[in-house]
Antibody, heavy 120, light 107 residues
């Protein structure tokens, strides 16, 4: 079955960088678009970024554009989120999410998330 | 960015009640809308995609409707396991945006 396991979260100071990883199993990563979605403590969901199955297109939320970079290594079944110039408002649980199916890009299968805490 | 407004923000209901949650888009999004359920401490779960298509494995008491700017999630007979927070998501244009959520609580 589809499994997504995020890692790389932790506590980091304002202005620093962090890279999240998401290892996929149970399916061929290279066939699906992948997303990052985050949720600040006690708050709602925020879509962060999407990368197409082949990495050819990438999209970002306005709040992270220019600071975050999504990438993938299909040979390693791994999705990444490079987060630079981190701010306190980036504190959140970050979920790795797979497209629902081939041809449907709705975020369909979710990992359990990794917590990022940004403070001074 | 397209704004998604859910109503109500919270509601209290009893087991067996019919529950309706509304999501309104700030501009037309065709039928590019999904609904998610999230329980405390858990990842969200996809319920409905393309406004009205039921995700595999989701009970038939859940249904979605609407197109353009106005959408509805209906739970026909609320069950104890349905107490959770529900979110809509527009996947019509980037950046995709979620509604602020509707918390369904036990009356």
């Amino acid at each position: 079955q589809v499994q997504l396991v995020e890692s790389g979260g932790g506590a980091v100071q304002t202005g620093r960088s962090l890279r999240l990883s998401c290892v996929a199993s149970g399916f061929s990563l290279g066939s699906y678009g992948m997303h990052w979605v985050r949720q600040a403590p006690g708050k709602g969901l925020e879509w962060v970024s999407l990368i197409w199955f082949d990495g050819s297109q990438k999209y970002y939320a306005d709040s992270v554009k220019g600071r975050f970079t999504i990438s993938r290594d299909n040979s390693k079944n791994t999705l990444y989120l490079q987060m630079n110039s981190l701010r306190a408002e980036d504190t959140a649980v970050y979920y790795c999410v797979r497209d629902l199916s081939l041809g449907r890009s709705d975020p369909g299968y979710w990992g359990q998330g990794t917590l990022v805490t940004v403070s001074s | 960015a397209i704004q998604m407004t859910q109503s109500p923000s919270s509601l209290s209901a009893s087991v067996g009640d019919r529950v309706t949650i509304t999501c309104r888009a700030s501009q037309g999004i065709a039928n590019d809308l999904a609904w998610y359920q999230q329980k405390p401490g858990k990842a969200p779960k996809l319920l409905i995609f393309a406004a009205s298509s039921l995700q595999s494995g989701v009970p038939s008491r859940f249904s979605g409707s609407g197109s353009g700017t106005d959408f509805t999630l209906t739970i026909s007979s609320l069950q104890p396991e349905d107490f959770a927070t529900y979110y809509c998501l527009q996947d019509y244009s980037y950046p995709w945006t979620f509604g602020q959520g509707t918390k369904v609580e036990i009356k």
